[in-house]
T-cell receptor
């Protein structure tokens, strides 16, 4: 059971480039999330999804896009990368709140640097 | 008011002491509460979950929940240097029914 898998682990982008951060989970979780974590700071929610075909903005969605075509996959797209997007990105997944196990499980993170 | 707040750190305790981490939340309808531990450069890992008022113990860790006061805490007994990490409080349910909301975290250092 792999859990939540993110790729790549590290990436350096030039300003203005685009990229997609991949996230897949094999736990059949309804909910998936993308967070960013700046150095010494907490987790900020970028986007989340409550199921295939449904996504919603979190606290800091500007500069990002997501899609959820399957239960398993929740890619995060960065368009026109900016230095302010330098951060560690975490993907997480969870069951529906109220099912008894709503805790979030995290991937190993993607460290992104925009230069 | 932020949805989830934690006591500001960093918190330093000597080895063997009790570390007390606090968290308050704004949504009175919140139903599920979690403590995550995050080592530097690593992803958060779940260490405790609590759903009803009172205490829940797991080894050296005790989570305490008081829904009337909208307060949840984590006590770490016999603190070890390996407990040095950032501890994140997370909440779901209520108006945040469909997402897990994290607090900013409290950095804990256990001094040998």
């Amino acid at each position: 059971n792999a859990g939540v898998t993110q790729t790549p682990k590290f990436r350096i982008l030039k300003i203005g480039q685009s990229m997609t951060l991949q996230c897949t989970q094999d736990m059949n979780h309804n909910y998936m999330y993308w967070y960013r974590q700046d150095p010494g700071m907490g987790l900020k929610l970028i986007y989340y999804s409550v199921g295939a075909g449904i996504t919603d903005k979190g606290e800091v969605p500007n500069g990002y896009n997501v899609s959820r075509s399957t239960t398993e996959d929740f890619p995060l797209r960065l368009e026109l990368a900016a230095p302010s997007q330098t951060s560690v990105y975490f993907c997480a997944s969870s069951y529906l709140a109220g099912t008894g196990r709503p805790e979030a499980f995290f991937g190993q993170g993607t460290r992104l640097t925009v230069v | 008011q932020k949805e989830v707040e934690q006591n500001s750190g960093p918190l330093s305790v000597p080895e063997g002491a009790i570390a007390s981490l606090n968290c308050t939340y704004s949504d009175r309808g919140s139903q599920s509460f979690f403590w995550y531990r995050q080592y530097s450069g690593k992803s958060p890992e779940l260490i405790m979950s609590i759903y009803s008022n009172g205490d829940k113990e797991d080894g050296r860790f005790t989570a305490q929940l008081n829904k009337a006061s909208q307060y949840v805490s984590l006590l770490i007994r016999d603190s070890q240097p390996s407990d040095s990490a950032t501890y994140l409080c997370a909440v779901t349910g209520g108006t945040s029914y469909d997402k897990v909301i994290f607090g900013p975290g409290t950095s804990l250092s256990v001094i040998p």
